[in-house]
């Protein structure tokens, strides 16, 4: 929620001037009723004297900014505050520059003061409840070249060069590393897949993504060659083609815990700089094949996005190349009919 003084560096570019506006209202907020109620319940659920300083912080920047709070008097109208104005204080933190993860971490702070007047009946409703701050951009995990990928999913192949007879597990992680990496499959998706959703014959699989959606994904080339052999080794050695695509040693489905520890491993082997996650995986897929002008629908079908959008923050491609395949979307998108 922020350290010390945490509500004055907030304030940017307002000088002296507005240090003493937030320190003014501050002051006048420690000798507010109930914030000096909610201060001392803060203070008897174990939060720490620097959380309780950071949420007045907090609250003196919403006085500061929402002049019609103070009334004449000198005291804090909080009913003033409905949904439009708790709307107008989130886009003005946005117009000073304020980070998105400090706005949310603002807006926490005050829907807890609301909730707290709301529990005590002084307001009828928390104008802040369901406001989010804008979204954070996450960073991307690191993108693997063409080669590094070929070097990763490889590794179990070479690791068993010289060995007498297929290794099962082997033949399990090359299969793992082709599909994260042909198919860019989520990690969870992969977690998921049943012998049943590979069937004999058929190059392709059946994924249950997020929201139980399930969607078609092809399979070709090495990843179908992959899930082949093992499919082949498992019924030569009279093991059951039935349960987990992917399954451990007693038989039951690998945790994604275990399949991130198995990306890993290989990635050490293949001596890639960094952490290799399967995530990286399933960036690396889709600015591949973009990079070897793959349509972006296409893309997004196989990621199984709901939106271009989302399909977009996948990949490293740089904006220009992006916005060329969009504007190919567009050009080659027919005009409604009237």
């Known amino acids: 929620m922020g350290g010390t003084g945490s509500g004055h560096r907030r304030l940017k570019g307002k000088g002296a001037q507005g240090e003493e506006r937030v320190s003014g209202r501050k002051a006048l907020l420690l000798a507010d009723p109930l914030c000096q109620s909610y201060q001392k ?13 950071a949420a007045m912080d907090d609250l003196a920047l919403l006085a500061v900014l929402e002049e019609r709070l103070l009334g004449g008097d000198a005291a804090f109208f909080w009913e003033r505050i409905d949904r439009p104005l708790a709307l107008r204080f989130v886009k003005r933190l946005h117009d000073r520059g304020y980070a998105p993860s400090s706005i949310s971490r603002i807006l926490s702070s005050l829907r807890g003061f609301y909730g707290f007047l709301v529990t005590r009946g002084h307001v009828v409703d928390d104008p802040f409840i369901g406001i989010s ?26 690791r068993r060069e010289g060995a007498s007879g297929d290794d099962p597990k082997q033949l399990r992680d090359r299969a793992i590393l082709e599909l994260f990496y042909q198919t860019g499959v989520r990690l969870s998706e992969l977690c998921g897949l049943l012998w049943e959703d590979a069937s004999s014959g058929i190059s392709a699989l059946r994924v249950r993504g997020k929201g139980g959606k399930e969607r078609r994904v092809p399979v070709v080339g090495e990843a179908l060659e992959a899930i082949h052999a093992l499919r082949e080794h498992l019924s030569a050695s009279g093991s059951p083609l039935t349960g987990p695509l992917f399954a451990d040693s007693d038989g039951g489905p690998l945790s994604p815990w275990q399949v991130s520890r198995i990306v890993k491993k290989y990635a050490r082997e293949a001596q890639l700089p960094g952490t290799v ?6 960036h690396s897929c889709a600015t591949h094949l973009l990079d070897r002008d793959a349509d972006l629908r296409e893309i997004q079908s196989l990621l199984g996005h709901a939106s271009l959008g989302s399909t977009q923050r996948y990949l490293h491609t740089g904006l220009s190349e992006i916005a060329r395949k969009l504007a190919k979307i567009r050009d080659d998108t027919p005009p409604a009919t009237p």
């Open 277 to 282: 996650s399967p995530h990286a995986l399933r």
């Open 133 to 158: 701050g804008p979204r954070a951009d996450r960073p991307l995990p690191p993108l693997l070249t063409e080669t590094e990928a070929e070097a990763l999913v490889t590794a179990p192949v070479r």
């Open 41 to 53: 319940s803060l203070a008897l659920s174990g939060r720490s004297p620097r959380t309780v300083q």
